[in-house]
């Protein structure tokens, strides 16, 4: 419909993907307007991250044109720069908890990182840019997703049972298990995401990166099980990532001497 309104579209790929960001854009606003009564205050927090997400892809995509005919080493370097700017997004998401950059860097290199590196080894995922960055990122996001997940209800499930919490301190529990319920509560909560992607692939939907292998000219089989690689990897990424997370945080919500320093 697009083409037959503006027929100067169908020869200008750039204009066709801006009104086609610009459409889309303008739908997720219109939703968020309608949800205005039920959660105030989120159309400007959309509207701004709608224009922040576009410029970033937007230099990434630049970045990543630039990058392809470089050294393939220099991959590394921008799944670095991801992880930090994944681990200072973590840290205004669960801004109460002390320390919560290195904590939340620390979680997204033990996961995203270790794993990663791990199947670059292995060769399951190939070092050259044009493979390692879009996996890499994915695995980067997700991670980040779960980490904010992770840490969010934690403090939540911690903040709701104060009481509970000290008072099985003050019976000589120690600080790791006076905080298991909520944390097995956090590690339920977040890795659902990353567990119904998996269980519902290929049914309920079809992964991009699989599309894209397709139309590259692989074969579909190969492309369905490379996108299974992709998903699993992202589910050990995200559980491991929780894990690190798990024993490091305890340091931080609670003093040397096990006080409970986290109240909400």
Known sequence: ????????????????????????????????????????????????????GLAQILAVGAILALLLHGPQWTSIFVLAGMALAAASIVRK?????????????AGITGGAGAV????????????????LVPVGSMVIANTMNTQSMFLDRLRGEIAAHVGEIESALALGATAEKAIERSMQAAFRASLIPSIDNLRSLGIV??????????LSGASPVYAALYQFVVLTTILAST?????????????RVFSRHEQLLLRG
């Open 1 to 52: 419909m697009m083409t037959r309104l503006f027929p100067a579209l169908a020869h200008n790929q750039v204009m066709h993907g801006a009104v086609q960001c610009l459409l889309t854009g303008l739908l997720a606003l219109g939703v968020v307007l309608l949800l205005r009564r039920r959660v105030p205050k989120l159309f400007g927090e959309v509207a701004l991250a709608e224009i922040r």
């Open 93 to 105: 998401r669960a801004r109460q908890i002390p320390r919560i950059y290195s904590l939340a860097l």
């Open 116 to 131: 990663l590196t791990l199947l670059v080894i292995l060769g399951v995922i190939p070092l050259g840019i044009s493979m």
């Open 205 to 214: 939907w079809i992964p991009g990166m699989m599309a894209g292998i397709v």
């Open 239 to 251: 559980g491991l990532s929780c894990l690190v997370t798990s024993y490091l945080v305890v340091g």
